[in-house]
């Protein structure tokens, strides 16, 4: 499965970006991920496929809001009210269709997704 990610850029404090992540084939869940300099990857929200469950991280819930497009097989992430700690390189993952549906609390766990997408930068300035 080859993921195709898109939409970052620059904002100013305060603002909003959606990004984008198109999938080849159908997952079971799909995530996005982010990765600011000198961290460790840290989860941002994640949903499965079939019935649309969203899990978001603390630090995000309220601000962004994860959806997905059955027919394209493609994921999206609205953000708002963006904030300087929100700088970083997201990735969006997505576990294989022919695995089981992860429940909630696999949701945030990196194992639990087979392929990640290059990434793309947001960066937010204050």
């Known amino acids: 499965v080859q993921l195709q990610a898109s939409g970052g850029g620059l904002v100013q404090t305060g603002g909003s970006l959606r990004l984008s992540c198109a999938a080849s084939a159908r997952p079971t869940a799909m995530a996005w991920f982010r990765q600011a300099p000198g961290k460790d990857r840290e989860f941002v929200a994640a949903i499965r496929w079939t019935g649309g469950s969203a899990s978001y991280s603390g630090s995000v819930r309220g601000r962004f809001t994860i959806s997905r497009d059955n027919a394209r097989n493609s994921l999206d992430l609205h953000m708002t009210t963006l904030l300087p700690e929100d700088t970083a390189v997201y990735h969006c993952?997505?576990?294989?269709?022919?695995?089981?549906?992860?429940?909630?609390?696999?949701?945030?766990?990196?194992?639990?997704?087979?392929?990640w997408g290059q990434g793309t930068q947001v960066t937010v300035s204050s």
């Open positions: 993952a997505a576990r294989d269709g022919g695995r089981n549906y992860p429940i909630s609390s696999q949701l945030h766990v990196q194992g639990t997704y087979d392929y």
